[in-house]
């Protein structure tokens, strides 16, 4: 399952991922934090829409579109 | 709390007096020697004089167009205030009120409302004024007597106001912040001719406080003392931090809603009723009973207090109206354009941290200043005012109900008490549930006293279409505020723009409407410390070809479109208006003729929309000079739909603007 930047809020764009909280291949619950993004208003974590392992594809510090790819997780 | 005998024997005069205003003015009217629409207090007097002989000079007084007995009992001084009903050049707002706008600051008469239940969040934001006013200073002066502590703010109306939401919004707010408010209801049985019991299922008004966690009390407001006890009770808690009061003084009004109301919806036994208790009488004879009066002396008051009111009321039909010059003073401030002191460069950031960064350079340069809206204290909706609270505290940074008209009527009483506020109304879309305090009373309370009581505050409010949001958060409003003399309206489009324009909104004089489109919030750019006065265009991209009128955000599309046009030996001039009212026609009119051709473009649909002023404008002083007529694009009239290709298509995008463009360059005549 490709997981992608959320809208978060009316007018968000775009945010920095700021964090990862998992690592890489790591395997995951569904509803476990797995990065933090950070808006001009607020920083918000993300959670995992599934079980699985994660593959992290996007980078700490860079800047993503909504819709953009950060990760994948897998069985 | 009982009055002593001086203080009776004031009540009466009061009342006789109030009575004897209220006989020569109908006596006046019926001769057809003045011709005010007049709405009798007679029946009311003693709730009046009681609540008067309670309170201090400066304590605060809001009341409604039937509002003659209050504003006498609050020693209103007699010859300004009967000027004033008949539209005499001497009146309180130089004529230019009339009977329902009679205010009179130094007796602490800050707003008679023509529009029912509206006073009461403005008493709201008046009593908010003298709560930090007071904040760690003594009373002032003739407060010792009635009690230390600040002003109290008495907002008087009738039971046919406690149906409007004005009412409910504003007792929740005053409960809330614990303001020292009483809400005073006079009772007199009817909302225009409607009876009590046809309009509302509780017994008592005061029944209403509970809901608000405030005291209720209902008194005999045919009895002055009740009403002097009652009030002067509520006035003591409310001096004391408790919060405010709903006292409800039950009386009756003896000539109907209007002069020449016949009032047929009324049971003659009833009305006969009233008049067997009518107050005056009623006050008159116990205090004889008492000792307190002899028939001699009350009826040399009498005399004395009919002489005053025939006299008076015969002097100012004399006096002249106000000159024609009048007509156009107190729309706004004389003081334009306002120079704001320079600021210190700050380097980039976005519309948001620019607007921040001016509220909290604000609230750092002004005790004055406080902020007040939903959710402020913790980021705001859209984080504009993210560690505001943090820094200048909870009561600067004020976190309101859900009560839009409680803000704004709360910010224009804040304004009149000396603050200066700034509200924040979530989305402009919600301007529909303010409006009145905006448009009736923010834009207008300068003007209709003649100067008296400015209104300096500003309105913040988030706007914008392309979020997909829906159409009930993002539809463009400027023209219905434009329409409105007396307010100003200000859109930047720059985050230096935006420090700049905001910190010029709060210092102005007059209400301000400063609108933040949300798309634009994260656009960055440099911000440095020039001030920008209101009514100040600005050439954002030179041209010789067509000038493009445009603010906000769609100034950022109409420089892209130029750039894209400057290839194909187009030159188009960008012209930022940054505020459309006040307007800088000149710069239109300079622009426009030099390019000899100018397309409007605006957020907002077209139809009806500031586009129409800006294009009849230009039309009306360049028409000889242009080349084309003028286009206008904007919004398709619809409401903004919700699916992202439909609100594309809604939305003015480059391609209209483009096509405009081309359109006036190839017209020729």
Partial sequence: MLLRLPKIGMEMTEAVLARWLVDDGAVVAKGQALYEMETDKVTNEVDAPVAGRVRLTAREGETYQVGDPVAEIGP | ?669
């Fill in chain 2, 1 to 669: 709390m009982t009055p002593g005998g001086d203080t009776l024997r004031h009540m009466f005069g009061t009342m006789t007096l109030i009575a004897a205003c209220d006989d020569a003015l109908r006596s006046a009217i019926s001769a057809g020697e003045a011709t005010l629409s007049y709405y009798s207090p007679r029946g009311q007097e003693a709730v009046a004089a009681g609540f008067g002989a309670a309170l201090r000079p400066d304590d605060y007084l809001v009341t409604t167009y039937r509002g003659m007995h209050d504003q006498i009992a609050k020693g209103v001084p007699l010859r300004p205030l009967l000027a004033e009903m008949v539209g005499r050049a001497e009146g309180t707002g130089k004529g230019k009120g009339g009977p329902m706008h009679v205010v009179w600051p130094d007796a602490g008469l800050m707003l008679t409302t023509g529009v029912v239940g509206s006073g009461l969040p403005i008493a709201a934001g008046l009593a908010w004024a003298a709560q930090r006013d007071h904040a760690g200073a003594p009373a002032a002066g003739s407060g010792a007597a009635r009690g230390a502590g600040p002003r109290v703010t008495v907002a008087s109306f009738g039971d046919g106001a406690t149906n409007i939401g004005a009412f409910h919004e504003a007792a929740n707010l005053a409960a809330v912040w614990r303001l020292p408010v009483v809400f005073l209801c006079q009772n007199n049985g009817y909302g225009e001719h409607t009876a009590f019991a046809d309009h509302q299922r509780t017994a008592h008004v005061a029944q209403r406080a509970a809901a608000y966690g405030m005291p209720g009390v209902t008194v005999d407001g045919n009895d002055p003392v009740a009403v002097y006890e009652a009030v002067a009770e509520a006035a003591a808690q409310a001096r004391a931090g408790e919060g405010p009061t709903l006292v409800e003084a039950v009386t009756y009004r003896l000539f109907g809603h209007v002069f020449g109301d016949r009032m047929a919806y009324v049971d003659p036994a009833e009305l006969a009723a009233a008049w067997e208790h009518e107050p005056v009488a009623r006050f008159r004879r116990r205090l004889i009973e008492q000792g307190l009066l002899t028939e001699e002396s009350a009826a040399e008051v009498e005399a004395r207090c009919a002489a005053r009111a025939t006299g008076t009321l015969s002097e100012v039909l004399g006096l002249p109206e106000p000159g024609a010059d009048e007509v156009l003073t107190d729309v706004v401030s004389r003081s334009l354009p306002l120079t704001v002191p320079a600021s210190a460069p700050a380097g980039d950031m976005s519309v948001r941290s620019a607007i921040t960064l001016a509220l909290d350079e604000a609230l750092s340069a002004d005790d004055r200043v406080v902020l007040l809206g939903e959710d402020i204290s913790d980021t705001g909706v859209f984080g504009v005012t993210k560690g505001l609270a943090a820094k200048h505290g909870r009561d600067r940074v004020r976190d309101t109900p859900i009560s839009e008209q409680a803000i704004v009527g709360a910010a224009v009483g804040a304004a009149l008490g000396g603050l200066r506020p700034v509200a924040e109304v979530m989305f402009m879309d919600f301007l529909g549930l303010c409006l009145d305090q905006l448009a009736n009373h923010a834009a207008k309370l300068r003007y209709m006293s003649g100067g008296l009581t400015p209104v300096p505050m500003v309105l913040r409010t988030a706007v914008g279409g392309g979020l997909q949001v829906g159409a009930q958060h993002s539809q463009m409003l400027e023209a219905w505020l434009a329409h409105v003399p007396g307010l100003k309206v200000v859109v930047p489009s720059t985050p230096s723009d935006a420090r700049a324009l905001l910190a010029s909104c709060i210092a102005d004089e007059d209400p301000c409407v400063f609108i933040e489109q949300v798309p634009l919030l994260a656009r960055k750019g440099p911000v440095d410390g020039t001030p920008v006065p209101l009514g100040v265009a600005d050439v954002k991209r030179p041209g010789s070809d067509v000038t493009v009128v445009t603010y906000g955000r769609q100034v950022h599309e109409a420089v892209a479109v130029a750039e894209a046009l400057a290839p194909r030996g187009v030159e188009v001039e960008v012209l930022d208006l940054r505020s459309l009212v006040p307007l800088d026609e000149a710069a239109v009119v300079d622009s426009v003729r030099r390019t000899r051709r100018a397309v409007v473009l605006h957020e907002a649909v077209v139809t009806g929309g500031f586009g129409a002023e800006l294009a009849a404008g230009i039309s009306e002083v360049l028409f000889d000079r242009l080349a084309a007529p003028v286009l206008r694009v904007g919004a398709l009239p619809a409401p903004l739909p919700y699916a992202k290709g439909l609100e594309r298509l809604a939305l003015p995008g480059p391609d209209r603007l483009l096509e405009a463009i081309e359109w006036v360059i190839a017209f020729s005549r």
